[in-house]
């Protein structure tokens, strides 16, 4: 599918599984925000709406303006954190690159790399709309010994 091109009824219509849409204030900067740290691909940007691919995987990002007759709109804070006790896991990013790309471009490192019971080593960045990014990779052999 070419996300450049497809109409929004046409790509409505290929969605499925699980979904992610994150409302956020300046949808430019938090592209710009994944593309730097996450290295992730963008399409369609406005300053309303961009469709993210991570790897093989894609979700949306809106600005609070489209969301004019969402009920969801009313619950969102005025002020930072938006994305307070959800985990945005990126199984694909490796902490200690994302971590230095975060702090290049300024992002909060809530954890930095740390080593995990369940098999991963995992960090924690805030982005500017409050929601936590876990970039993560699996514990090599040696260290999980």
Not at 48 to 69: E, K, P
């Amino acid at each position: 599918m070419d996300y450049e091109t497809v109409s929004a009824v046409d790509f409505g219509r290929s969605l499925h599984g699980l979904g992610i849409n994150l409302l956020v204030r300046d949808v430019i900067a938090e592209v710009a925000f994944l593309e730097t740290v996450f290295d992730m691909q963008a399409h369609r940007v406005s300053a309303d709406f961009a469709i993210m691919a991570y790897h093989d995987q894609v979700f949306q990002l809106h600005s609070d303006g489209t969301y004019h007759s969402n009920p969801l709109l009313g619950l969102m804070p005025e002020t930072p954190p938006r994305g307070a006790g959800i985990e945005i896991r990126l199984y694909q990013s490796d902490p200690e690159v994302a971590c230095a790309k975060a702090e290049a471009a300024g992002a909060m490192i809530l954890q930095f790399p740390t080593d995990k019971p369940h098999g991963l080593r995992e960090a924690y960045i805030l982005c500017e709309n409050g929601y936590a990014w876990v970039p993560s990779r699996r514990l090599r052999q040696e260290e999980r010994e």
